[in-house]
């Protein structure tokens, strides 16, 4: 079934025919008693029945932006809530509404591994080969994809396994110090010689080998100045007089704070420039930022 009149203007003849023909084809697949008992005894149906929604009683999942196909309403009320919120534009498999989904005649580490390939030539073309070559990041990356999450495993690499397990990090919103603990756990769980992460900050590492360009900016404590332009030379603030650096154990008091370790604060900067060329490297993401 056609599905441009997802993209069309909600108040044209387009998409009022096309959230009509919707609802046919979600009755159709998804029938209920009453609705096989009413074609049953049905008539042809005229030219003018044909331009209105299905009026037998048939509820089921809304794809309406707001319903997001999370309640069952009846499919009158669809024909409204589409009609003033819109569809959902992700929802182009209508699989709550009776498509069946095709499969395909691969395993599951064949799958895997097909989408790992097809998303690092993704990324070898959109960031560029440059950003590929600096620390052999490509090779780091082509690495962990063929390498299995322990001898003898063929559904998971070490790649698609952390790549998995962020996911479920971000859905449920697990702090860092709880996904560290869940990785020394699944560390000790899996086989032995797993090459599984065992904190958060290795397991960013597989993810995040090409980090952006950024700044490290020293910051007075009280955020009074950056030490930056004129401040750049500057070893106190000139507000508060607070020192630039940390006050070490020898140190005997804030006077004579040793110079040159580690700085009281910093500011973490990623320059503007640097950030839209990435943001706008892929021509999807491009168009969406558009």
Avoid at 263 to 269: G, H, R
């Amino acid at each position: 079934m056609d599905r441009s009149w997802m993209k069309a203007n909600r108040l044209s003849v387009e998409f009022e025919q096309g959230v009509i023909e919707f609802l046919r084809f979600a009755e159709i697949n998804l029938p209920s008693p009453e609705s096989n008992a009413k074609k049953n005894l049905s008539t042809p149906e005229s030219n003018d029945e044909k331009n209105l929604p299905p009026k037998s009683n048939v509820h089921f999942r809304c794809p309406c932006v707001l319903c997001a196909n999370k309640k069952e309403i009846h499919k009158d009320q669809i024909f409204s809530h589409l009609i003033c919120n819109g569809i959902c534009q992700n929802y182009t498999k209508w699989i709550w509404h009776g498509e069946e989904v095709t499969k395909r005649n691969v395993s599951q580490s064949e799958n895997v591994s097909l989408d790992m390939d097809d998303r690092l030539e993704d990324m070898k073309r959109d960031i560029g080969e440059d950003s590929f070559k600096r620390a052999h990041v490509h090779d780091t990356l082509c690495s962990d994809k063929d390498t299995p999450l322990y001898p003898g495993c063929t559904n998971f690499t070490r790649l698609s396994a952390v790549l998995k397990l962020f996911n479920m990090k971000a859905k449920n919103g697990w702090t860092d110090k709880s996904f560290s603990e869940l990785l020394e756990l699944l560390t000790q769980m899996l086989p032995e010689g797993n090459v599984i992460p065992n904190r958060c900050y290795e397991a960013k590492k597989v993810l995040c080998p090409m980090g952006l360009e950024y700044e490290r900016i020293h910051a007075c404590p009280n955020d009074c100045i950056l030490y930056r332009k004129e401040f750049v030379n500057s070893d106190h603030c000139p507000k508060c007089m607070v020192s630039r650096y940390k006050k070490k154990d020898g140190d005997s008091s804030d006077d004579v704070v040793t110079k040159k370790g580690s700085p009281a604060k910093v500011v973490w900067y990623l320059p503007i420039i640097p950030r839209f060329k990435r943001l706008f490297a892929n021509a999807n993401d491009a168009k969406n930022l558009r």
